[in-house]
């Protein structure tokens, strides 16, 4: 029996009576600690990884002690052609900015005891029991935690509760105290480690209480608001012009030249990169990837924004390259 009395807990509005969006997944502490299930479970000789992608990504690997190769991609996002899979290999393959639902879902679908799907970028994506994949709550939500994994072996047992699971960044960044909120936000990240934890309860209710439908509809109406205004100065190979209504992460703004981002905040937008450290990752080659991290701008479209605000970051681009 719960206890009786006392002072009243944060107010989290009572969730509908509509199944969690990824009723069908393992609610995980983590994207990171997902990708450590998949590894533990495989038990792979080798995994590919993309050289594009964010050192959370190696963590599980480093620790598993399992040998990784990197593979390089196309300037369309894709894996290049010379290298695939084989037998008793995993290959990490990422829906980058949420954009590639049909690609990734197409390679899974040939090889889906090789390829697993990093949704981490596009948390509205659905898995298949049949099919590794896993997302992250935390890119997408305020929530101190969280992270979807499907697959075939989803059920592999209880894990321990999350230990990230305090808001003090949180609720700062609430308050207005965006300045404080932003040193209590790193220090949460770096102590999300890559252990098998239980997503946190807090964090189950508050994602119970969001509106989903509507989340996904704001961040797609806002990426296509953007892409109308901003499509003449991106470069990028990757089609948007049919974007399924996928709610994706961000807009990815590929200019021909790189961008000043002191610049851009100075005038109060803020945008970060993906990933500083592949430019001084070690590896040979690679030159496409180094140059995508450094000139890349991966434009906020989440659902705290409107048409008003999406016009306000076509403007301030717009001024910044001229």
């Known amino acids: 029996m719960s206890a009786i009395g006392g002072f009243l807990p944060l107010e989290i509005p009572a969730p509908p009576a509509a199944e969690p969006y990824h009723a069908g997944a393992a609610a995980l502490a983590s994207g990171r600690a997902c990708w450590h299930v998949?590894?533990?479970a495989c038990r792979p000789r080798r995994v590919l990884l993309p050289f594009y992608v964010c050192d959370a990504a190696l963590q599980p690997l480093a620790v598993s002690g399992t040998p990784l190769e990197f593979y390089p991609?196309?300037?369309a996002f894709r894996p290049a052609a010379d290298r695939t899979a084989e037998v008793g290999e995993l290959m990490l393959v990422v829906n980058y900015f949420g954009v590639m639902a049909a690609f990734v879902g197409s390679s899974a679908s040939r090889h889906p005891d090789r390829i697993v799907v990093d949704d981490t970028q596009a948390?509205?994506?659905?898995?298949?029991?049949?099919?590794?994949?896993?997302?992250?709550?935390?890119?997408?939500?305020?929530?101190?935690?969280?992270?979807?994994?499907?697959?075939?072996?989803?059920?592999?047992g209880s894990f321990p509760p999350s230990d990230v699971d305090d808001c003090d960044h949180l609720l700062t960044r609430l308050a207005g105290e965006d300045g404080r909120a932003w040193d209590q936000f790193r220090r949460h990240e770096a102590r999300i480690g890559v252990e098998p934890r239980a997503m946190s309860v807090i964090s189950q209710r508050l994602l119970a209480a969001v509106d989903m439908a509507w989340a996904r509809r704001r961040r797609q109406s806002n990426f296509e608001t953007l892409h109308r205004r901003l499509r003449r100065l991106n470069t990028i190979a990757v089609p948007l012009d049919d974007v399924a209504s996928d709610g994706p992460m961000c807009y990815p703004l590929l200019p021909n030249a790189d961008v000043d981002r002191t610049a851009l905040s100075r005038q109060g937008l803020f945008v970060p990169t993906l990933w500083?450290?592949?430019e001084s990752r070690d590896g040979r080659g690679f030159e496409w990837e180094r140059l995508a991290a450094r000139r890349l701008l991966p434009l906020p479209i989440d659902h705290r924004y409107g048409p008003d605000d999406m016009e306000t970051i076509a403007q301030t681009l717009l001024r910044v390259l001229s």
């Open 73 to 75: 991609i196309t300037e």
């Open 38 to 40: 998949v590894v533990r």
């Open 123 to 156: 948390f509205f994506r659905r898995g298949h029991p049949d099919r590794w994949s896993f997302n992250s709550a935390r890119k997408f939500f305020g929530v101190p935690d969280g992270g979807y994994l499907y697959g075939p072996s989803t059920g592999v």
């Open 276 to 278: 500083p450290e592949i």
